[in-house]
C-alpha cells in the first residue's frame, strides 16, 4: 500500500478538487439560475485536472522514483490515480446529487426540455443518479488514460 500512497493521496486530493468545484458551480448559479451555462464553465474544470496530474506525476517522479520516470511509468502512475478516483465516484455523486446540489437533475431535466434541446424522457434517463454514477466513474478512467498519457510526456526524465 505505501508503494501507491502517492496516486491514493493525489485520487483523494483530486476528489475534494472536484467536489469544491461543485460547489464553485452551485455557488455561482450553475445548477440553477445560470444553468444553460453550465455545459460550458464546468469544462474549466479540465484545467485543474491537468494541474492535478502534473503535480501528482512530478511528485511520484521525484518523491518515488529517484527523479526518474519512464512513459510508462507515468502513464501507470496516472492510470492507478484514476482508478482510485473512479472507485471514489460513487461517494462524489452522491455527495454531490443528495448534498450539494440535489435539486441539479430536475433544473437540467427542466431546461433541456424547455429548449427543446431532449425529450423529456432522454432526459430523465440522461440526468439521473444512476446514469452520473456511470459518467463519472467511465469518464474518470478514459479522461485519466488520455490525461496520463499526455501528462506523462512531459513529466518523463530519464
Excluded: C
Amino acid at each position: 500500500m505505501k508503494k501507491f500512497a502517492t496516486e491514493i493521496k493525489w485520487a483523494l486530493i483530486f476528489t475534494l478538487a472536484s467536489l469544491l468545484w461543485v460547489l464553485l458551480e452551485k455557488a455561482l448559479g450553475w445548477h440553477d439560475t445560470y444553468i444553460d451555462k453550465h455545459a460550458i464553465y464546468t469544462n474549466f474544470f479540465a484545467v485543474i485536472a491537468i494541474i492535478l496530474f502534473v503535480l501528482a506525476l512530478w511528485e511520484k517522479r521525484n518523491r518515488d522514483l529517484g527523479g526518474k520516470m519512464t512513459w510508462f511509468q507515468g502513464v501507470a502512475s496516472g492510470m492507478l490515480i484514476s482508478v482510485v478516483i473512479a472507485i471514489l465516484s460513487p461517494l462524489t455523486q452522491y455527495i454531490t446529487h443528495e448534498l450539494i446540489s440535489p435539486d441539479y437533475f430536475k433544473n437540467m431535466i427542466n431546461y433541456v426540455v424547455e429548449n427543446d434541446k431532449m425529450t423529456q424522457k432522454n432526459a430523465e434517463v440522461y440526468f439521473s443518479f444512476k446514469s452520473y454514477l456511470l459518467q463519472a466513474a467511465f469518464g474518470a478512467l478514459g479522461m485519466g488514460a488520455v490525461t496520463s498519457a499526455s501528462v506523462a510526456l512531459f513529466v518523463r526524465k530519464k
